[in-house]
């Protein structure tokens, strides 16, 4: 399917997540009739909606105090969106064209000579993925013992047994945070050194529930409908052994999804999209960027969802500044 070239969509936005589907909430009501791109389910673990839709009992978003499963969230989201007149597709973006104006927006054959969707303005709303040791079980166990994420799941970790994967900073401070409620936690590190900053080494060093098991990589996580326990090897001796723990917290880092805008949008070195402060335009007048696509610092849904409300409406002025 190729775009009409009568067919100009004021907005497009490119991916489905929180973010995503609040900025397609904002335009619709602002009258926009967004088109939402909201990709497809991968192999790779990409998933309309986002991260959400790996994750199981989400406690911790405003306006739920009984909490509400991480599907059943974005499905709500999704609907909403809808009603006030969003349309979505469930393609994935194979190209964008951002060299002019409107935009050009190709899905499965990004080798076409005609884009498949126009576009005045692109919200970009691609999220970024939680690298993973890329195990057997591990995505079957993700929100059922395995998390990328202390801030969101710790609270269920109460009193028992977790272990943290990483050396980083992020890795200590998801194994510092994690002692709030965990009884003990075990730093799984492949190397006899840690990569974090000296003062975040300090910190971790310092707490009494802080373990560390060095040269060591974990090699499966064992359990049938929720985790129960890590086998794990020496990297020198090739030692196996098993880990009782009651949960797994992988901090190896985050992968941005912006392949898609390489040589066209401003990037950080870690592939982080930039965007003006105050507000979501990137450097390509009428592209904004909006969620964990720009974001490596908090990486919240709710933080998500606020960044797409502000994508929206600096999409909405931007848009009326040309009219």
Same mark, same amino acid.
């Given at each position: 399917?190729?775009?009409?070239?009568?067919?100009?969509?004021?907005?497009?936005? %490119?991916?489905?997540?929180?973010?995503? !589907?609040?900025?397609?909430?904002?335009?619709?009501?602002?009258?926009?009739?967004?088109?939402?791109?909201?990709?497809?389910?991968?192999?790779?673990?990409?998933?309309?909606?986002?991260? !959400?839709?790996?994750?199981?009992?989400? &406690?911790?978003?405003?306006?739920?105090?009984?909490?509400? /499963?991480?599907?059943? *969230? /974005?499905?709500? +989201?999704?609907?909403? $969106?809808?009603?006030?007149?969003?349309?979505?597709?469930? &393609?994935?973006?194979?190209?964008?064209?951002?060299?002019?104006?409107?935009?050009?927006?190709?899905?499965?054959?990004?080798? $076409?000579?005609?884009?498949?969707?126009?576009?005045?303005? %692109?919200? %970009?709303?691609?999220?970024?993925?939680?690298?993973?040791?890329?195990?057997?079980?591990?995505?079957?166990?993700?929100?059922?013992?395995?998390?990328? +994420?202390?801030? +969101?799941?710790?609270?269920?970790?109460?009193?028992?047994?977790?272990?943290?994967?990483?050396?980083?900073?992020?890795?200590?401070? &998801?194994?510092?945070? !994690?002692?709030?409620?965990?009884?003990? =936690?075990? %730093?799984?590190?492949?190397?006899? &050194?840690?990569?974090?900053?000296?003062? /975040?080494?300090?910190?971790?060093?310092?707490?009494?529930?802080?373990?560390?098991?060095?040269? @060591?990589?974990?090699?499966?996580? *064992?359990?049938?409908?929720?985790?129960?326990?890590? =086998?794990?090897?020496?990297?020198?001796?090739?030692?196996?052994?098993?880990?009782?723990?009651?949960?797994?917290?992988?901090?190896?880092?985050?992968?941005?999804?912006?392949?898609?805008?390489?040589?066209?949008?401003?990037?950080?070195?870690?592939?982080?999209?930039? @965007?003006?402060?105050?507000? @979501?335009?990137?450097?390509?007048?009428?592209?904004?960027? +909006?969620?964990?696509?720009?974001?490596?610092?908090?990486?919240?849904?709710?933080?998500?969802?606020?960044?797409?409300?502000?994508? $929206?409406?600096?999409?909405?002025?931007? !848009?009326?500044?040309?009219?």
């Amino acid at each position: 399917m190729n775009a009409n070239p009568g067919d100009i969509r004021e907005v497009a936005i %490119i991916g489905s997540g929180p973010a995503g !589907l609040t900025a397609a909430i904002y335009t619709a009501r602002a009258s926009l009739e967004p088109l939402v791109i909201e990709g497809e389910p991968s192999s790779t673990g990409d998933q309309p909606g986002g991260q !959400l839709m790996l994750t199981t009992e989400v &406690e911790n978003f405003p306006g739920f105090p009984d909490g509400i /499963m991480g599907p059943e *969230l /974005m499905m709500n +989201c999704r609907a909403q $969106a809808e009603r006030f007149g969003a349309v979505l597709r469930t &393609e994935k973006v194979s190209r964008v064209d951002l060299s002019a104006r409107p935009f050009g927006i190709w899905v499965q054959n990004p080798d $076409a000579d005609q884009p498949t969707y126009l576009a005045k303005s %692109i919200i %970009i709303s691609t999220g970024a993925k939680a690298l993973m040791l890329d195990l057997e079980n591990e995505q079957r166990l993700i929100g059922r013992g395995v998390s990328t +994420c202390a801030t +969101c799941d710790g609270f269920f970790f109460r009193d028992v047994d977790i272990a943290v994967v990483g050396g980083g900073d992020s890795a200590m401070e &998801e194994a510092i945070f !994690l002692t709030k409620f965990a009884r003990s =936690v075990t %730093i799984v590190h492949r190397r006899e &050194e840690l990569r974090a900053s000296q003062i /975040m080494q300090d910190r971790a060093r310092a707490n009494p529930k802080i373990k560390f098991l060095w040269n @060591t990589v974990v090699t499966d996580v *064992l359990g049938d409908s929720s985790m129960t326990g890590l =086998v794990v090897e020496n990297v020198h001796t090739g030692d196996k052994s098993t880990l009782d723990v009651s949960g797994l917290f992988v901090a190896i880092g985050h992968r941005p999804n912006t392949d898609l805008f390489k040589g066209q949008l401003e990037m950080k070195d870690n592939g982080y999209l930039i @965007t003006r402060s105050p507000g @979501t335009q990137t450097n390509v007048e009428g592209v904004f960027a +909006c969620g964990d696509v720009q974001d490596e610092t908090y990486r919240q849904a709710i933080t998500a969802a606020g960044s797409g409300c502000a994508a $929206a409406m600096d999409a909405e002025r931007w !848009l009326e500044s040309q009219h």
